[in-house]
């Protein structure tokens, strides 16, 4: 069983669209992230969930709004995409916020703004 | 949050040891330092952390010097693999929700 899943791998879409990703985690963990990592292959915290609730949101735009069902779920809803939006996007959970909890990844979605 | 400072590549013969080393001078007492890889188009693994002692997993073994200031990551027997970029992170406090703080990380080439 695949610990944290994301959907969908790649994702192809014209500015202007809005699109959604989704994540799941079946470790049982509390605490899921979002990151993304540009073409420069720079890895970079967007947010963090811990509970369901938004713990960290690192000065992203207004059109990410992260949304967390329950705990096993982290969405990430994009509105009006960008050429700059264009990176691979992974999802993460860790049983707790602490610094001594690794991190699980989820396997990346592609996201290509055309 | 202490920054790390890694080299941008290393290259291993297969089956040595791979030996990577990160800077984190300026790292705090209760901070931790955390080793993570990404296989090409991957999302990132944990490999292993540790605070003050050196540690050791199935995966690798860390080794943090009295001062705290370096660390090496160990790889004990290279395969091909093991090819990948490492990164070296200080974890930041429980406050901080958390987050991971990747910087560029070292490439390893583990060659046949």
């Known amino acids: 069983d695949t610990a944290v899943s994301q959907t969908p791998k790649y994702l192809v879409t014209q500015m202007g669209n809005d699109k959604s990703i989704k994540c799941e985690q079946n470790l049982g963990h509390d605490t899921m992230y979002w990151y993304k990592q540009d073409s420069k292959k720079f890895l970079k915290i967007m947010f963090s969930?811990?509970?369901?609730?938004?713990?960290i949101n690192e000065t992203v735009p207004n059109r990410f709004s992260p949304k967390s069902p329950d705990k096993a779920h982290l969405n990430l809803h994009i509105n009006s995409l960008e050429l700059g939006d264009s990176a691979v996007y992974f999802c993460?959970?860790?049983?707790?916020?602490?610094?001594?909890?690794?991190?699980?990844f989820g396997p990346g979605t592609r996201l290509t703004v055309t | 949050d202490a920054k790390t400072t890694q080299p941008t590549s290393m290259d291993c013969a297969e089956g040595r040891a791979a030996n990577l080393p990160c800077n984190h001078s300026?790292?705090?007492?209760?901070?931790?330092v955390y080793w993570y890889r990404q296989i090409h188009s991957q999302g990132p693994q944990y490999i292993i952390h540790?605070?003050?002692n050196n540690e050791t997993n199935e995966m690798a073994s860390l080794i943090i010097t009295e001062d705290r200031k370096s660390s090496t990551l160990i790889l004990p027997h290279a395969t091909l693999r093991d090819t990948a970029v490492y990164y070296c992170?200080?974890?930041?406090?429980?406050?901080?929700?958390?987050?991971?703080?990747f910087g560029q990380g070292t490439e390893l080439s583990v060659k046949p």
């Open positions: 969930y811990n509970n369901k609730e938004l713990i």
């Open positions: 992170i200080v974890r930041l406090f429980y406050n901080q929700g958390g987050k991971l703080i």
């Open positions: 540790g605070l003050k």
């Open positions: 993460a959970s860790s049983q707790a916020q602490g610094p001594t909890y690794e991190q699980y």
């Open positions: 300026t790292i705090s007492g209760n901070e931790y």
